[in-house]
């Protein structure tokens, strides 16, 4: 994928953190692409509901193309090539980013 669209969600194979192995999951994009290698920053997203105290459920998952009732898990936030995003299913909602973001400044403690 060439362009990533801030906030927009899209296809990644995200990796386990206890093996080695990695499952296609959805993913919004919390940052443009940084150097070279065109890095972005990641939080994965899960229909299972808010488990931390700092992920962020989202109000309009239709909007953001996803499937069922979701939450950002910016507990797991990573960076990745631009390049392995595949398609993008759709961009969250600005009340969502709003939350998003708050989240995000209490997890990095900004």
Same mark, same amino acid.
């Given at each position: ?6 906030? /927009? ?25 940084? /150097? ?28 953001? /193309? ?23 299913? /759709? ?20």
């Amino acid at each position: 994928m060439n362009k990533t669209s801030l906030y /927009g969600v899209y296809i990644l194979h995200f990796p386990f953190l206890d093996i080695a192995e990695s499952k296609l999951r959805p993913v919004v994009v919390v940052s443009r692409p940084y /150097g070279s290698h065109a890095v972005v920053a990641v939080v994965p997203i899960s229909s299972k509901m808010k488990s931390e105290p700092v992920d962020s459920s989202l109000s309009d998952w239709k909007e953001a /193309g996803l499937l069922k009732p979701s939450t950002a898990r910016t507990h797991r936030l990573t960076t990745v090539l631009q390049s392995k995003l595949t398609r993008q299913l /759709g961009s969250i909602s600005a009340n969502d980013v709003i939350r998003l973001n708050e989240s995000l400044r209490k997890f990095l403690e900004l």
